[in-house]
Structure formats: C-alpha cells, structure tokens
C-alpha cells in the first residue's frame, strides 16, 4: 500500500508543528491521512494525565506546511529530527492507520529509540475493501459533514445524511459522541490535509506495501488494535500484523470500523492501560537516561 522501504532523495527535514502536553516517560502519537495532531486528542487528552504526549501535524498535514514535493519516508526523517529536537531518546509510539505503518518504519529503522508500540486500525501489509464511491456517495458526506460542524452530533443529520454518507465506512456506531470528533478533529484535519500530502500518500500506493517479512526485528511489545467492521484497512491485516510480530497483543473490537477510537473511546483506552500496566517496560526509562529529559 505504501511503498516506505524504497530509499528517498536526500531532503532537509521539516519542522513539524506539534502539540505537547503533560510530563513524564514521552509518547510519540501519529495521526493517519487525512489527519492532524490534534485528531488524536481521544489519545492524548487522557494519557497526558500520566505521560509526556508529542503529537505533530506530519509534513503537509496540518499547519505543518510545505512547498516542496516530497515522498513518504520524509515523514521518518522529519520525525527523527523532531525526537531529538525535544532530546528524546527513547519513547513509545503510538500510530493510528498511517500513523501506525510510519510507527512501524521508525521502530525498524531506529529500534533504540522505540519501547514500544500500539498500532491502530493499521498493518504492515495493509488490505481494504472498500466499496467503490459513488456521487450520492459525495454528496451525503459533504451535506453530512457540514451540518455536523455547525451542529455537532444532532440526531437529526445523523439519521439523514451521516448513516448514508460515507462515514457509515468510517464507524458503525453512529453516536452523537462520535460525530462530536468528526466536527472537532476530523473536518479541520481534513480540511487542512495539503495537495502535496495527498499526491506523496496516492503516489506510494501504486507501488505496494509489505513489510511482514521484517517484522521479526521488532522485539519491543506492542498492542495491535483493530475494528472488526474496518473497511480501508481490515481487520484481517492487523490480524496479520500482529501474528508477525514477536511480542504483540492483538484486539478486535465488534461492531466498530476504522474510526473506532471515536466509538469506543473509554473501552479502547482502558484497553490501552491495562496494557501499559502489563509492560511497564514500555514506558520507563532505559538505565543510565536522564529521566529529566522526559519532563
């Protein structure tokens, strides 16, 4: 699907725009495309309660602007030197649907710096299967998306236009708690989401993507969490993914799709803790670090 292994040109790496909250042990939080920083506010408001949360706008998303082409291992580039901008180390990353194959990259490229994993709604060798889009298809999403700004989780639009629009892809669970997200994280990243972001995704998907094979080099723990109805990237491929690496934890969530961080918040992120709390391991400081660092 996408094509990170294949070695860019040297490019000078991007400042990226991020938002950091809370203190302690860092948590490097990658949001999909579209997406933004704050898109993963359903992670980072609450793991910020305990940990230190750096979530950037990748380059092209965001208000992490660019006027240069560029390909996707860029954002790996991007990200080393944002990690060392802040003196980090070593962190726990944290990588929803594209965030999650860049998570993976960044944990084969530099495994010292990574502790741990918790990949969402994504794959190393990710499939879809996706209906083809029609123009009601567009027009549901757009009316759906636009009264939902202006009136975050009404029933009413919901029941018209939301479960008819393309969001019926995106979720299962049509709450008015989840369309609070789509019309405060969702519709702004969307919104903000560059040409040139698109065209660098859309480029690198006609190449293909699998990085199964190599996956045994991965040796930190990771958590691997998937939505059972999960059209863009199934739940089969984080099945998949999960089943490669040497010491993951796989969780399928019923009735639930690629947004299912938005459907479920509060089961996911107990699900989050109570791994947290099995590998601590993932979240302390290696010997030796200067723990002051991390504040």
Same mark, same amino acid.
């Given at each position: 699907?996408?094509?990170?292994?294949?070695?860019?040109?040297?490019?000078?790496?991007?400042?990226?725009?991020?938002?950091?909250?809370? &203190?302690?042990?860092?948590?490097?939080?990658?949001?999909?495309?579209?997406?933004?920083? &704050?898109?993963?506010?359903?992670?980072?408001?609450?793991?910020?309660? !305990?940990?230190?949360?750096?979530?950037?706008?990748?380059?092209?998303?965001? =208000?992490?602007?660019?006027?240069?082409?560029?390909?996707?291992?860029?954002?790996?580039?991007?990200?080393?030197?944002?990690?060392?901008?802040?003196?980090?180390?070593?962190? +726990?990353?944290?990588?929803?649907?594209?965030?999650?194959?860049?998570? +993976?990259?960044?944990?084969? !490229?530099?495994?010292?710096?990574?502790?741990? %994993?918790?990949?969402?709604?994504?794959?190393?060798?990710?499939?879809?299967?996706?209906?083809?889009?029609?123009? &009601?298809?567009?027009?549901?999403?757009?009316?759906?998306?636009?009264?939902? #700004? $202006?009136?975050?989780? #009404?029933?009413?639009?919901?029941?018209?236009?939301?479960?008819?629009? %393309?969001?019926?892809?995106?979720?299962?669970?049509?709450? *008015?708690?989840?369309?609070?997200?789509?019309?405060?994280?969702?519709? *702004?990243?969307?919104? &903000?989401?560059?040409?040139?972001?698109?065209?660098?995704?859309?480029?690198?998907?006609?190449?293909?993507? =699998?990085?199964?094979?190599?996956?045994?080099?991965?040796?930190?723990?990771?958590?691997? %969490?998937?939505?059972?109805?999960?059209?863009?990237?199934?739940?089969?491929?984080?099945?998949?993914?999960?089943?490669?690496?040497?010491?993951?934890?796989?969780?399928?969530? *019923? =009735?639930?799709?690629?947004? $299912?961080?938005?459907?479920?918040?509060?089961?996911?992120?107990?699900?989050?803790?109570?791994?947290?709390?099995?590998?601590?391991?993932?979240?302390?400081?290696?010997?030796?670090?200067?723990?002051?660092?991390?504040?």
């Amino acid at each position: 699907m996408i094509d990170l292994p294949v070695p860019p040109l040297p490019s000078q790496a991007v400042s990226l725009h991020t938002l950091v909250q809370g &203190q302690g042990f860092p948590i490097l939080c990658l949001h999909g495309h579209p997406g933004s920083g &704050q898109s993963l506010s359903v992670f980072t408001k609450p793991l910020s309660a !305990r940990f230190k949360t750096i979530a950037p706008d990748l380059r092209g998303y965001g =208000n992490s602007h660019t006027q240069t082409d560029f390909v996707m291992t860029d954002h790996l580039s991007d990200l080393e030197a944002l990690l060392d901008r802040h003196q980090i180390d070593r962190c +726990l990353v944290l990588g929803w649907s594209l965030g999650g194959i860049l998570a +993976l990259e960044l944990a084969l !490229r530099s495994p010292e710096r990574v502790s741990g %994993l918790i990949l969402v709604a994504t794959a190393a060798r990710p499939k879809g299967n996706h209906p083809a889009i029609t123009w &009601q298809d567009n027009a549901y999403t757009g009316i759906a998306s636009i009264v939902n #700004w $202006f009136h975050p989780g #009404w029933q009413w639009n919901i029941d018209t236009f939301g479960r008819r629009s %393309l969001y019926r892809y995106l979720i299962q669970q049509h709450t *008015p708690a989840a369309y609070h997200y789509l019309a405060k994280d969702a519709l *702004p990243a969307y919104l &903000q989401t560059s040409k040139r972001a698109t065209q660098a995704l859309f480029t690198a998907l006609q190449r293909g993507y =699998n990085r199964l094979t190599d996956l045994s080099a991965i040796q930190c723990p990771c958590l691997v %969490l998937a939505g059972a109805e999960d059209r863009h990237i199934t739940a089969a491929s984080s099945l998949e993914t999960a089943q490669a690496l040497p010491d993951a934890e796989y969780h399928c969530y *019923p =009735n639930a799709a690629h947004l $299912f961080p938005w459907e479920i918040p509060d089961l996911v992120q107990a699900d989050i803790d109570r791994w947290l709390a099995q590998y601590p391991t993932a979240v302390t400081p290696r010997a030796g670090y200067d723990a002051a660092s991390t504040a």
